[in-house]
């Protein structure tokens, strides 16, 4: 019973100094109490920057070779290295994009990286690409105006020996 009256005490002088600081109105009232909570309230979010691109890679062009590992032909382990022209959606000359793949299933998919290299900066890409149709691969790494950016690439070939790279990019 004496332990509950007085922490019943310390609970009315706990509040009478909040109000006798500003915390409970009356004239110049909420200053102390205010200043209190919002110190304490979480910050707003910072501002999540964002940026979409399109670009062409050029298989058509540059140097690319591969290194045939285990039975000939396409097999597990083969990997295919490139250094091509990055063009941009109007298929003119901004960088190159280079790289290599080591075929996980030889004919299906294969393990990828690569470094689109622009004039302003690089984007380093890497997961798994599909011989056909589209493949999302994660951005691992980027440089330059790109720094701190982090998302994805989508990669469609085009039937022509390019391929076009959809890349969304965010900075937290």
């Known amino acids: 019973m004496k332990k ?10 706990a509040i009478g100094a909040l109000q006798g600081c500003g915390g409970g109105g009356g004239e110049g009232g909420g ?11 979480p910050a ?21 070779g591969g290194v045939d590992l285990g039975a000939s032909g396409p097999s597990q382990g083969d990997m295919f290295v490139f250094d091509q022209p990055l063009m941009d959606k109007d298929r003119k000359d901004i960088g190159t994009n280079s ?10 998919y294969g393990q990828c990286q690569w470094t689109l290299t622009m004039d302003d900066g690089a984007v380093v890409v890497a997961g798994q690409e599909a011989e056909k149709g ?19 690439m989508t990669s469609v070939p085009n039937g022509d020996g390019t391929f076009t790279q959809e890349l969304k990019l965010h900075r937290p």
Not at 134 to 152: Q, W
């Open 134 to 152: 589209p493949s999302v691969l994660a951005v691992i790494g980027a440089t330059g105006r790109y720094g701190g950016f982090t998302g994805e």
């Open 31 to 41: 200053s102390f109490f205010s200043a209190a909570a919002a110190s304490s309230m």
């Open 4 to 13: 509950q009256a007085i922490t019943g005490i310390g609970a009315l002088l």
């Open 44 to 64: 707003a979010p910072p501002h999540r920057q964002e940026l979409q691109m399109t670009t062409m890679a050029d298989g058509t062009r540059g140097n690319k």
């Open 99 to 108: 790289g290599y793949c080591i075929a996980t299933r030889a004919g299906a």
